[in-house]
């Protein structure tokens, strides 16, 4: 597999709430609750043993189960994740909303309800037109006027672009506000240049309607191999003389694929989304109460596939997103560490939003 791209071989730049845990009982009162439901169970007193020895045990579950409420409610509270040295912001749940921001990226992917932690972000990309992906745009947009912010510029499918298009007119002639943005119809094998270290392209996903994912890359400079041998005096008459010493290398930051089946795992097209530094990918369902079959056939992943196809991800992190709200932080947890060693050590779970069963 290619460790980098170079520009030139590419097509021409186209320049073109989060839930917290209600107010409950406090600490000493919850624990007094956990011990008093304990304490009601049936005991078996050991030779030694009667109530000193009941009441320990009592004791110990209630604080183990107060360890278990800490944790889970830690995962509740949970913000964000890090990454390969990246902050990434998002909420994503199966069905109800999709957006994640890359913030030193200036990129959020998918918008589903418009939330304000991705007002700020100057760069959209969407993956496809379900509402939970794309609805919250115009919002996006009108926030941004709200506070005085640059247009955005939004990327979107091709076959999507005057659908879009027509939507946000439909809210213009409602709102009566003008909405601006800079809308980018992006098509496979196009790059985009976000600036001058940073472009973007999209790559095939496969969805049940029409979907792409996106590659973040960053724009580097290297020594074209036939001058390695030369001394540092030499390079520089080169360079003054007006040869061109260097090669423009793309190396895969980010890689975002929304909904999919596993089927963008095989294509060979996508190997820069799976040698990206951070691939962040759905695993909508879990357990076995799904099967392979059901995701499949509803355009989506299931946690088993990413096993099954563990050894093509070339990837130092992968994000796991879109998980269905069926399950709660502590399945989400469980279904995770199955995964293989290998791969678990590279594997978070973005659970911003997920109930836990202790709130």
Request: proline share 4%; with cysteine; glycine share 6%.
């Amino acid at each position: 597999m290619a460790t980098s791209t170079s520009l030139f071989s590419l097509a021409p730049l186209r320049l073109t709430h989060r839930r917290l845990l209600s107010p409950t009982l406090g600490t000493a009162s919850r624990f007094q609750t956990l011990a008093s439901k304990r304490a009601a169970a049936p005991t078996v007193s050991g030779p030694g043993g009667g109530a000193g020895s009941g009441l320990l045990s009592v004791l110990d579950r209630a604080l183990t189960d107060e360890e278990e409420y800490r944790r889970a409610r830690a995962q509740v509270q949970r913000k964000g994740v890090e990454a390969e040295g990246y902050a990434i912001e998002g909420i994503s749940v199966g069905g109800h909303e999709t957006c994640v921001t890359v913030p030193s990226l200036n990129v959020a992917f998918d918008i589903g309800r418009g939330p304000l932690f991705a007002v700020r972000q100057d760069h959209l990309f969407i993956t496809h037109a379900h509402l939970d992906h794309i609805g919250g745009l115009p919002m996006y947009i009108a926030t941004r006027g709200l506070y005085n912010l640059k247009p955005p510029t939004v990327f979107v499918p091709p076959c999507i672009r005057d659908d879009v298009e027509e939507m946000l007119q439909i809210h213009r002639r409602m709102s009566r506000i003008e909405l601006e943005v800079e809308l980018v119809a992006l098509d496979l094998g196009e790059t985009y240049e976000i600036r001058n270290d940073l472009v973007a392209r999209p790559f095939q996903t496969h969805h049940t309607v029409p979907s792409q994912g996106y590659v973040i890359y960053s724009v580097r400079r290297k020594l074209k191999k036939q001058y390695a041998h030369l001394k540092g005096s030499q390079i520089v008459k080169l360079k003054q003389s007006g040869s061109e010493i260097t090669d423009t290398i793309l190396y895969p930051e980010v890689a975002f694929t929304g909904d999919t089946t596993s089927d963008f795992i095989l294509d060979p097209r996508n190997a820069d989304a799976l040698r990206a530094k951070v691939l962040i990918t759905e695993a909508t369902f879990l357990d076995d109460q799904v099967d392979v079959d059901h995701a499949r056939e509803h355009g989506h992943m299931h946690l088993s596939e990413i096993m099954e196809h563990s050894q093509w991800f070339r990837n130092e992190a992968i994000i796991l997103t879109h998980f269905s709200n069926r399950y709660s932080l502590e399945d989400i947890r469980k279904a995770v560490s199955r995964l293989q060693p290998k791969l678990l050590s590279k594997v978070v779970a973005l659970t911003e939003g997920f109930k836990s069963e202790y709130s």
